[in-house]
């Protein structure tokens, strides 16, 4: 049943698991399909994503990607706005 869930799941899967023999690229994409739709089928994992949303939420993250710096959140418009902040917090 599950090799019928995982080919059902994505097409790599079904030919990594299908295939004679199969090919080493599509049989590891298959496996990397399958256990990210595991992980994704899991409770826990839900549980999880909600805990980080919540936490993202408390520090005001509106997108990504947000950097925080030494429990800041930087306003990054550049580059150099983000090397800059780090200078100043090694030079301390």
Do not use: C
Request: a negative charge; aromatic letters at 8%.
């Amino acid at each position: 049943f599950n090799s019928f869930l995982g080919a059902a799941l994505h097409p790599a899967v079904g030919r990594a698991l299908f295939a004679k023999p199969p090919l080493e690229s599509e049989a590891k994409e298959a496996h990397d399909v399958l256990s990210a739709e595991l992980a994704v089928a899991d409770p826990e994992t839900q549980t999880r994503v909600e805990m980080d949303y919540a936490e993202g939420l408390d520090w005001n993250v509106e997108g990504t990607p947000t950097f925080f710096l030494d429990g800041e959140k930087l306003e990054l418009t550049q580059l150099t706005d983000l090397t800059d902040a780090l200078d100043r917090a090694i030079a301390g």
